[in-house]
């Protein structure tokens, strides 16, 4: 699903990133730990192009949507993001939160739809029987698509316990309600990967099991995920692939099971003796 070629992140003369490779199948649970300032961040925001990589490549799906050519914002439909701090907007109640993304990239292709049509109708007045072009249906309206939105967002709200909020603003709600609302604000977009960037780090600690048990089940319905985070439990329960970062390098990728077992990097072994 995604491939990271030789990625690099400079900023001025400082090296964040040297040279990452890794590949992200369909299905990973890919858990990225390491020191703070190690570029792990920096590295997740560079997956969906927040952060403009310097040199390398990241295929997703088949485009490389470092590529400047590229529109991001088209695949980046596709790429969910969960933040540290939510970042939720506080005058629009959770609904409305939930609802943003979808209802706006809904009514864009409408317009879209209806300006090439509206050209197509012109063109095709200087054209005559066969040559005429045919307009693309519209199947929809606004109205239906704020109406299947919100529909939407309500399920997904139930799914987290959370429907009694839903017109509530996000300033009333709990760290782990926000953040919790945050992740199914990225799963309403439907998308094929789901980035988290320490989604758990801005929590008070009972507060971290509602969020973390959240994307254990995510995990088990086999969303794609990769996750920067400090939870090493969870890591080594859920994930199936384990990156060190270090240095703006990737020293030790294994299977959770080895990866914490039997750490062959000095620099690794060093960090997990001090966090087990």
């Known amino acids: ?5 030789n990625l690099e992140k400079k900023f001025g003369d400082n090296q964040v990133l040297d040279k990452i490779s890794v590949t992200v199948e369909k299905g990973d649970i890919m858990v990225v730990i390491g020191p703070s300032g190690s570029g792990k961040s920096t590295f997740l925001r560079c997956l969906n192009c927040m952060e403009d ?4 490549q990241i295929i997703f799906n088949g485009v490389d949507i470092a590529d400047t050519k590229v529109d991001i914002n088209i695949h980046r439909r596709h790429m969910g993001m969960v933040f540290q701090h939510f970042n939720l907007f506080n005058n629009k109640t959770v609904v409305q939160n939930i609802m943003l993304a979808p209802v706006y990239v809904q009514c864009q292709d409408l317009r879209k739809i209806k ?5 197509l109708k ?6 005559s029987g066969d040559k005429k072009q045919e307009l693309t249906p519209i199947t929809t309206s606004k109205a239906e698509i704020v109406k299947n939105a919100r529909e939407e967002a309500i399920d997904l709200l139930k799914r987290i316990g959370l429907e009694d909020k839903a017109d509530v603003y996000p300033s009333t709600l709990s760290g782990g309600q926000k953040q919790r609302v945050a ?10 990967v789901i980035l988290f960037d320490e989604p758990t780090s801005a929590l008070d600690p009972e507060m971290v099991g509602e969020v973390l048990d959240l994307m254990k089940s995510l995990a088990k319905e086999g969303m794609t995920m990769v996750i920067v985070t400090h939870e090493m439990g969870f890591a080594r329960e859920v994930a199936n692939k384990v990156l060190f970062i270090d240095g703006g390098q990737i020293l030790e990728s294994a299977p959770p099971e080895e990866f914490f077992s039997n750490p062959k990097n000095p620099r690794l072994k060093e960090f997990l003796s001090k966090v087990l």
């Open 122 to 127: 012109f063109t095709n007045l200087f054209k």
């Open 115 to 119: 300006r090439k049509n509206f050209c």
């Open 53 to 56: 990589p310097t040199g390398g």
């Open 1 to 5: 699903m995604i491939d990271v070629i």
């Open 183 to 192: 992740i199914v604000r990225a799963l309403a977009m439907k998308p094929d």
